[in-house]
């Protein structure tokens, strides 16, 4: 089946530590997005990338870093820079060239740093 | 900058009765694609209808329809014969068309909560 996994569903972590949203798809889809949702927030875009080796900011990049060496994968790293990394967490992908294809989404991982 | 304003954060209707949700927007552009996406309490996103701003008529999917008004601004979502299932958080989204073909990422609203009474 063809979609976005996106791994741990759920994950824990300790100020002051970087950690790493896995996000890979077989859609085989160009573009790829991160987005934050916190409490009755929509969702806010981090950052974004159209094609491999390119990425850029979205609306709340800071104390964000991606990376976009592969199609299929986009993780997220969350650094110690980020002063509330406390959200939930969504990968999205879609066709590239025509905005008019929505973007899929995945389930979303929900870090937590105490 | 786009923003996407939704003014209900809770609406609550009867099963098999109709609801409507708000949702207005502000942009200089001309060219822009709409999106309504719903959010079970499983949290996964699920994208419920589109609209594309160069259409006039109105987007429908089954018992989802959109009443779009370009000039106001404004793209409310119309669920006919509510059921228990569509009880979740309701999103709007507005897309950029771009100049670059548009694979930027989406401007969401804050979402209203949809209970549905049995």
């Known amino acids: 089946d063809g979609g976005i996994t996106q791994s741990p569903k759920y994950l824990f972590r300790k100020e002051g530590q970087n950690v790493t949203l896995s996000c890979e798809q077989n859609?085989?889809?160009?573009?790829m997005y991160w987005y934050r949702q916190d409490p009755g927030q929509g969702l806010r875009l981090i950052y974004y990338?159209?094609?491999?080796?390119?990425?850029q900011k979205g609306d709340i990049a800071e104390g964000y870093s991606v990376s976009r060496e592969k199609k299929e994968s986009f993780p997220l790293t969350v650094t110690s820079a980020q002063k509330n990394p406390t959200a939930f967490y969504l990968c999205a992908s879609s066709r590239y060239r025509d905005s008019s294809y929505e973007q899929y989404f995945g389930p979303g991982t929900r870090l937590t740093v105490t | 900058a786009q923003t996407v304003t939704q003014s209900q954060p809770e609406m609550s209707v009867q099963e098999a009765e109709t609801v409507t949700l708000s949702c207005t927007y502000d942009t200089s552009e001309s060219d822009y694609y709409l999106f309504w996406y719903k959010q079970p309490p499983s949290r996964q996103m699920i994208l419920v209808i589109r609209q594309e701003a160069y259409k006039q008529q109105n987007a429908t999917e089954n018992r989802f329809s959109v009443n779009f008004q370009k000039a106001a601004k404004s793209f409310s979502l119309k669920i006919s014969d509510s059921q228990l299932g569509d009880a979740a958080m309701y999103f709007c989204?507005?897309?950029?068309?771009?100049?670059?073909?548009?694979?930027?990422?989406?401007?969401f609203g804050k979402g209203t909560h949809l209970i549905i009474q049995p």
């Open positions: 989204a507005y897309r950029s068309a771009g100049s670059g073909g548009g694979a930027d990422g989406l401007t």
């Open positions: 990338s159209q094609i491999v080796n390119d990425f």
């Open positions: 859609l085989n889809h160009d573009a």
